[in-house]
């Protein structure tokens, strides 16, 4: 879901990503599983964590003996934060390495520049980051979360618990940001907040110095009403955002920042005593008090050989997808993608917070919606979690796609039922 | 006859309430351990309205999130780290209570309600304090978030008290109070004057707030103090931009000014500049990392420690990267320009190698943290101490460039290399020693940004464009034109941002260079002479 001008990274990455990695030779009694995350460019910031953490499942199901009898392969290629980039190294893992589903990407770009491959050459792929949604596709599986399971559980949180009444929404300059704001816009003014008491504010790539907008925000918040900021600031200028919060004495119990893209890992960067009491909305935190997430914990601590390493919400959705793509090649006793596509729908398997995730017909899961608020030790408190909701593709707060809905069973099988008309194809892919 | 018992049966209630709250502080502190944050905010105005200045230290340990409950029995404690262990305080007594592992406690939820709540509780609780700065503080936190029930609280405090400071604090903190209790319409009127006289944002939000609920006759009076305040606020504005540019400003030229040196002063295209930023910046990082390790009592100097290290830290890879690659591309400005971004992704990636791809933590020492008023301008100290440090770095690199004998060489050697040459300077090494130099800055640079930005192996790209746009609208090889170009460049953008928004802002400013250097090839400040045809 980020997008980063970027051109430097390409270059260097590309020469890397060529040479490495291609040492493994193709056994017949492996399953090879393609991994398409960028170790080195601006994403490599986010995306490195994700293929460790997909390396250390692989490494787990091997040691329960792989999937039907074999065992798994990983095959890890370096996109290098290149989106075009992304689609090569996809064709590649498909049709050299002949890898039985993929797991990649985290900008909303690069799986808009995958998409058609998967399409054409009719392979799997899941991605695990939270999205602005509008999008289904027969190959494509979206275990992060739609805006539904993220944004609005956020907004009414707010709304609810703290009652507030004006709206910053906030935000990087991209399709991320502008998507969710517009759906949370929409929202808003469904609830009755007046068009004066959401101000929209959108910012470049990287920005860094947010003096103007912090005070503007502080200015906004002094109009008697009980203020919130709503963030889709990307991760990276993140930081010095909440920088000048805190320099600017803005605290939590004031005007509280909620926001979609500031996790654990993002968190390691910063002094977060000031922080104290802003809010994330994910689907999982660090800190859920469960079994299995201790578990799992535990077993990152021991593949990174690092017990200070976080967790956060997109190795959840990794995790989750994994888990389902293994259950359905089981029940399926083959990887062929036709089979595996019929059987995973309605697979459920056990999720880290404790319940479980079911993939659904649109290709999206269901799970719930944690708030939490930054403790001072990088943390989240999780202040409250809903039940499981179900991933909405096509938003029903927008114009364009309330009529729309996705069934990928037979004989359905259209990611864009338009259900006002009857017919297979509105707007998108 | 029924309604009567009712309103007896209450009454008792009430009138037993006081003394028993007294002996149930303790029973509301371990409810709190299985209430929800509704139930646990009831609670906390039941504790504080025992009046027992003794709940205090408990409710700030509940504010900070120190507060658990032991799974055994669900008692509540206050618990401090001990080892892996917590040490138990009773919150009452305050006295010692043992130790748990942290298995045995869970920790007493707490939310921004919740805390609100705290504070204002605490407010009402600490006003009788015999200490003058938590007096002082409790009448700051009432005229934060006043309620109508604190009001007689804060009246019977102002009658008691002799200090003069204090005294106008509670004043304001009463007339915050009274705006939304319901007290007679004159004494508000009063009030909104002596609000309207505190002026600021803050003022602001509470007169808002009382209009909304203001009776009729009330409105004027605060429509007027609104508008009053709106219309000085809106004069500080301008100042505040203007500060807002000026730091700005300071950031472009820390940013641009070792750009200033080696692609001014000596005409190589440094893609690689941003990098020596960054490397700045990560040797901060170090830095603190060992000196939390081994010395933490040293925190607040770290950045003055920091700042010699990445001096000589970049100058070091600077050298290396003159002496090693650039030298040999003189005269051949495109293969320089490939050569130094290839060496920047180099940098980038060694970097993410060795300290991974995730931001690394950079604190703040205590006297860059927070902000403090100026009339009605809010200046934070990070941004004040970037602005001066910046006229430090340029007026040093300025009696360097201009006094000394070093200085005298590098520009002998840029203005006219084959006579330099011929008057016995070296000029390789200079060429070597003003690259360092220009690299020595850019790390030193990286250390003031490293309080303000991420601090990641992608800190330097942020920075190379606006750094060559600064150096080239200043005019190249012209110091005073690069703090000339920085500084106005930054109150432009400050000016553009309020009314058009950060991106377009960003985006005009880039149009108007580009008109600017159409206009004017060499940039605000030209070099005139020999140089010019070189």
Same mark, same amino acid.
């Given at each position: 879901?980020?997008?980063?001008?970027?051109?430097?990274?390409?270059?260097?990455?590309?020469?890397?990503?060529?040479?490495?990695?291609?040492?493994?030779?193709?056994?017949?009694?492996?399953?090879?599983?393609?991994?398409?995350?960028?170790?080195?460019?601006?994403?490599?910031?986010?995306?490195?964590?994700?293929?460790?953490?997909?390396?250390?499942?692989?490494?787990?199901?091997?040691?329960?003996?792989?999937?039907?009898?074999?065992?798994?392969?990983?095959?890890?290629?370096?996109?290098?934060?290149?989106?075009?980039?992304?689609?090569?190294?996809?064709?590649?893992?498909?049709?050299?390495?002949?890898?039985?589903?993929?797991?990649?990407?985290?900008?909303?770009?690069?799986?808009?520049?995958?998409?058609?491959?998967?399409?054409?050459?009719?392979?799997?792929?899941?991605?695990?980051?939270?999205?602005?949604?509008?999008?289904?596709?027969?190959?494509?599986?979206?275990?992060?979360?739609?805006?539904?399971?993220?944004?609005?559980?956020?907004?009414?949180?707010?709304?609810?618990?703290?009652?507030?009444?004006?709206?910053?929404?906030?935000?990087?300059?991209?399709?991320?940001?502008?998507?969710?704001?517009?759906?949370?816009?929409?929202?808003?003014?469904?609830?009755?907040?007046?068009?004066?008491?959401?101000?929209?504010?959108?910012?470049?790539?990287?920005?860094?110095?947010?003096?103007?907008?912090?005070?503007?925000? =502080?200015?906004?918040?002094?109009?008697?009403?009980?203020?919130?900021?709503?963030?889709?600031?990307?991760?990276?200028?993140?930081?010095?955002?909440?920088?000048?919060?805190?320099?600017?004495?803005?605290?939590?119990?004031?005007?509280?920042?909620? #926001?979609?893209?500031?996790?654990?890992?993002?968190?390691?960067?910063?002094?977060?005593?000031?922080?104290?009491?802003?809010? @994330?909305?994910?689907?999982?935190?660090?800190?859920?008090?469960?079994?299995?997430?201790?578990?799992?914990?535990?077993? *990152?601590?021991?593949?990174?050989?690092?017990?200070?390493?976080?967790?956060?919400?997109?190795?959840?959705?990794?995790?989750?997808?994994?888990?389902?793509?293994?259950?359905?090649?089981?029940? @399926?006793?083959?990887?062929?993608?036709?089979?595996?596509?019929?059987?995973?729908?309605?697979?459920? !398997?056990?999720?880290?917070?404790?319940?479980?995730?079911?993939?659904?017909?649109?290709?999206?899961?269901?799970?719930?919606?944690?708030?939490?608020?930054?403790?001072?030790?990088?943390?989240?408190?999780?202040?409250?979690?809903?039940?499981?909701? !179900?991933?909405?593709?096509?938003?029903?707060?927008?114009?364009?796609?309330?009529?729309?809905?996705?069934?990928?069973?037979?004989?359905?099988?259209?990611?864009?039922?338009?259900?006002?008309?009857? =017919?297979?194809?509105?707007?998108?892919? | 006859?029924?309604?009567?018992?009712?309103?007896?049966?209450?009454?008792?209630?009430?009138?037993?309430?006081?003394?028993? #709250?007294?002996?149930?502080?303790?029973?509301?502190?371990?409810?709190?351990?299985?209430?929800?944050?509704?139930?646990?905010?009831?609670?906390?105005?039941?504790? #504080?309205?025992?009046?027992?200045?003794? !709940?205090?230290?408990?409710?700030?340990?509940?504010?900070?999130?120190?507060?658990?409950?032991?799974?055994?029995?669900?008692?509540?404690?206050?618990?401090?780290?001990?080892?892996?262990?917590?040490?138990?305080?009773?919150?009452?007594?305050?006295?010692?209570?043992?130790?748990?592992? =942290?298995?045995?406690?869970?920790?007493? =939820?707490?939310?921004?309600?919740?805390?609100? #709540?705290?504070?204002? %509780?605490?407010?009402?609780?600490?006003?009788?304090?015999?200490?003058?700065?938590?007096?002082?503080?409790?009448?700051?936190?009432?005229?934060?978030?006043?309620?109508?029930?604190?009001?007689?609280?804060?009246?019977?405090?102002?009658?008691?008290?002799?200090?003069?400071?204090?005294?106008?604090?509670?004043?304001? @903190?009463?007339?915050?109070?009274?705006?939304?209790?319901?007290?007679?319409?004159?004494?508000?009127? %009063?009030?909104?004057?002596?609000?309207?006289?505190?002026?600021?944002?803050?003022?602001?939000?509470?007169?808002?707030?009382?209009?909304?609920?203001?009776?009729?006759?009330?409105?004027?009076?605060?429509?007027? %103090?609104?508008?009053?305040?709106?219309?000085?606020?809106?004069?500080?504005?301008?100042?505040?931009?203007?500060?807002?540019?000026?730091?700005?400003?300071?950031?472009?030229?820390?940013?641009?000014?070792?750009?200033?040196?080696?692609?001014?002063?000596?005409?190589?295209?440094?893609?690689?500049?941003?990098?020596?930023?960054?490397?700045?910046?990560?040797?901060?990082?170090?830095?603190?990392?060992?000196?939390?390790?081994?010395?933490?009592?040293?925190?607040?100097?770290?950045?003055?420690?920091?700042?010699?290290?990445?001096?000589?830290?970049?100058?070091?890879?600077?050298?290396?990267?003159?002496?090693?690659?650039?030298?040999?591309?003189?005269?051949?400005?495109?293969?320089?320009?490939?050569?130094?971004?290839?060496?920047?992704?180099?940098?980038?990636? %060694?970097?993410?190698?060795?300290?991974?791809?995730?931001?690394?933590?950079?604190?703040?020492?205590?006297?860059?943290?927070?902000?403090?008023?100026?009339?009605?301008?809010?200046?934070?100290?990070?941004?004040?101490?970037?602005?001066?440090?910046?006229?430090?770095?340029?007026?040093?690199?300025?009696?360097?460039?201009?006094?000394?004998?070093?200085?005298?060489?590098?520009?002998?050697?840029?203005?006219?290399?084959?006579?330099?040459?011929?008057?016995?300077?070296?000029?390789?090494?200079?060429?070597?020693?003003?690259?360092?130099?220009?690299?020595?800055?850019?790390?030193?640079?990286?250390?003031?940004?490293?309080?303000?930005?991420?601090?990641?192996?992608?800190?330097?790209?942020?920075?190379?464009?606006?750094?060559?746009?600064?150096?080239?609208?200043?005019?190249?090889?012209?110091? *005073?034109?690069?703090?000339?170009?920085?500084?106005?460049?930054?109150?432009?953008?400050?000016?553009?941002?309020?009314?058009?928004?950060?991106?377009?802002?960003?985006?005009?400013?880039?149009?108007?260079?580009?008109?600017?250097?159409?206009?004017?090839?060499?940039?605000?400040?030209?070099?005139?002479?020999?140089?010019?045809?070189?």
């Amino acid at each position: 879901m980020k997008l980063k001008a970027h051109v430097t990274g390409a270059l260097l990455g590309a020469i890397l990503s060529t040479t490495a990695f291609h040492g493994a030779f193709a056994a017949d009694d492996t399953i090879k599983v393609g991994i398409l995350h960028s170790l080195s460019g601006t994403m490599a910031i986010s995306e490195t964590t994700l293929k460790d953490a997909m390396l250390m499942l692989i490494e787990e199901q091997n040691k329960k003996g792989g999937i039907l009898g074999k065992k798994l392969e990983p095959v890890v290629v370096d996109p290098a934060s290149d989106w075009p980039l992304f689609a090569e190294k996809a064709r590649e893992l498909i049709e050299k390495d002949k890898v039985a589903a993929v797991f990649g990407c985290w900008t909303s770009s690069s799986r808009k520049s995958v998409l058609p491959v998967f399409e054409e050459l009719n392979s799997i792929l899941f991605y695990p980051v939270q999205y602005e949604g509008e999008e289904s596709s027969r190959n494509i599986f979206y275990t992060g979360a739609a805006p539904n399971q993220q944004a609005i559980p956020a907004v009414d949180y707010l709304m609810n618990t703290e009652g507030v009444e004006r709206w910053v929404l906030a935000g990087t300059d991209y399709v991320y940001p502008q998507t969710t704001n517009k759906i949370l816009q929409a929202y808003l003014e469904s609830k009755g907040v007046a068009k004066e008491d959401i101000m929209i504010n959108y910012t470049p790539f990287g920005h860094s110095d947010w003096q103007t907008i912090v005070s503007d925000i =502080k200015k906004f918040g002094s109009a008697g009403k009980k203020t919130a900021v709503v963030s889709t600031i990307n991760g990276d200028a993140n930081v010095p955002f909440y920088k000048e919060l805190g320099n600017q004495g803005i605290k939590a119990e004031d005007i509280p920042v909620v #926001a979609f893209s500031v996790g654990e890992e993002e968190l390691a960067g910063l002094d977060t005593a000031p922080l104290v009491g802003h809010l @994330a909305a994910w689907n999982y935190f660090q800190s859920v008090d469960a079994p299995v997430n201790a578990e799992f914990i535990k077993t *990152w601590h021991a593949f990174t050989k690092n017990d200070k390493r976080v967790t956060n919400d997109p190795m959840e959705a990794a995790y989750i997808g994994f888990s389902a793509w293994v259950k359905a090649v089981e029940a @399926a006793g083959t990887t062929d993608t036709d089979a595996v596509l019929d059987t995973i729908i309605g697979v459920s !398997v056990p999720n880290l917070s404790g319940g479980t995730s079911t993939v659904m017909p649109n290709h999206h899961i269901t799970k719930p919606v944690l708030i939490g608020e930054i403790q001072a030790d990088g943390q989240f408190e999780i202040v409250q979690q809903t039940p499981a909701v !179900v991933g909405d593709e096509w938003s029903d707060f927008l114009p364009d796609s309330k009529d729309l809905i996705s069934d990928w069973r037979k004989p359905m099988s259209c990611g864009n039922f338009n259900v006002a008309n009857g =017919k297979c194809g509105g707007k998108g892919s | 006859m029924l309604i009567r018992f009712i309103s007896l049966f209450f009454l008792i209630i009430f009138a037993v309430a006081p003394s028993m #709250a007294q002996e149930d502080a303790r029973a509301l502190f371990d409810a709190l351990g299985k209430a929800n944050f509704k139930q646990a905010e009831e609670l906390v105005g039941k504790i #504080a309205s025992t009046g027992d200045p003794k !709940v205090v230290p408990a409710l700030e340990a509940f504010a900070d999130g120190n507060l658990y409950a032991r799974k055994s029995d669900g008692a509540v404690f206050i618990g401090t780290a001990a080892g892996a262990n917590l040490a138990l305080t009773d919150p009452m007594s305050g006295e010692k209570a043992g130790e748990e592992a =942290k298995g045995a406690l869970t920790k007493v =939820k707490v939310n921004n309600g919740l805390r609100r #709540a705290i504070r204002s %509780a605490l407010g009402g609780l600490t006003l009788l304090s015999p200490d003058k700065a938590i007096r002082m503080e409790a009448a700051q936190s009432i005229l934060k978030s006043p309620s109508a029930d604190s009001l007689e609280l804060v009246e019977t405090a102002l009658s008691n008290e002799t200090d003069m400071a204090v005294k106008a604090a509670l004043e304001e @903190a009463r007339a915050a109070s009274l705006l939304i209790s319901d007290r007679p319409i004159e004494e508000k009127k %009063a009030a909104v004057a002596t609000i309207k006289a505190i002026g600021g944002q803050a003022s602001l939000s509470l007169l808002s707030t009382a209009l909304n609920s203001a009776d009729e006759m009330l409105k004027p009076d605060i429509e007027a %103090a609104i508008k009053s305040i709106q219309d000085t606020q809106s004069l500080w504005a301008m100042a505040q931009n203007i500060w807002y540019g000026l730091s700005l400003g300071s950031v472009l030229l820390l940013a641009a000014i070792g750009l200033a040196i080696t692609f001014g002063v000596m005409g190589i295209i440094n893609m690689a500049h941003g990098e020596m930023v960054m490397l700045g910046a990560y040797t901060t990082f170090v830095v603190q990392e060992i000196i939390r390790n081994s010395a933490p009592g040293l925190f607040d100097w770290s950045l003055a420690i920091a700042l010699p290290v990445a001096f000589l830290v970049t100058g070091a890879v600077g050298l290396v990267i003159e002496r090693g690659v650039i030298r040999f591309l003189y005269g051949r400005p495109l293969e320089t320009l490939l050569a130094t971004w290839g060496i920047s992704l180099i940098l980038q990636q %060694a970097v993410r190698s060795i300290f991974g791809a995730n931001n690394r933590e950079v604190g703040n020492p205590s006297w860059m943290s927070g902000a403090f008023e100026l009339g009605g301008l809010t200046i934070t100290w990070n941004r004040l101490w970037i602005v001066l440090f910046a006229m430090v770095v340029f007026a040093f690199l300025l009696f360097l460039l201009k006094k000394t004998p070093m200085g005298l060489r590098m520009r002998a050697v840029t203005q006219n290399r084959r006579m330099a040459s011929s008057m016995g300077i070296r000029t390789p090494w200079v060429d070597a020693m003003t690259f360092a130099l220009g690299s020595g800055i850019a790390g030193i640079a990286g250390v003031a940004l490293s309080q303000i930005d991420n601090v990641s192996p992608n800190l330097g790209q942020g920075y190379i464009i606006d750094s060559f746009m600064v150096v080239v609208f200043g005019g190249v090889g012209n110091l *005073w034109g690069t703090l000339v170009g920085a500084l106005s460049l930054g109150i432009l953008n400050k000016f553009l941002e309020p009314s058009v928004g950060a991106v377009l802002g960003k985006i005009l400013v880039l149009v108007l260079i580009i008109l600017f250097i159409q206009k004017r090839p060499r940039g605000l400040f030209a070099l005139k002479g020999r140089a010019v045809e070189a």
